[in-house]
């Protein structure tokens, strides 16, 4: 059996495996991933969450919406 280690980043979930490897050949893979990176996500996104949640309400629809009056007159051509 050979041995070959590299390191590769999954992009959607997918890690291509160096062109040595021919078509057809079985591998055995093994996947070592740090742990603060797997978790390191989980918390991140509960702290978006919780700091979206935290926000105090900024003001109604109504206080956004605004007029389609522009301050000019706008005349065609007859």
């Excluded at 062109?19 to 702290?47: A, Y």
């Excluded at 605004?66 to 706008?74: A, K, M, N």
């Amino acid at each position: 059996m050979l041995a070959i280690e590299f390191e590769a980043t999954p992009v959607q979930h997918t890690i291509r495996i160096p062109d040595e490897v021919r078509d057809g050949v079985t591998v055995r893979v093994l996947l070592l991933v740090e742990e603060q990176n797997i978790n390191s996500n989980n918390t991140d996104n509960q702290r978006w969450k919780n700091l979206l949640g935290s926000m105090p309400d900024v003001g109604s629809d109504q206080d956004f919406t605004r007029t389609l009056d522009y301050g000019r007159e706008i005349s065609w051509d007859s």
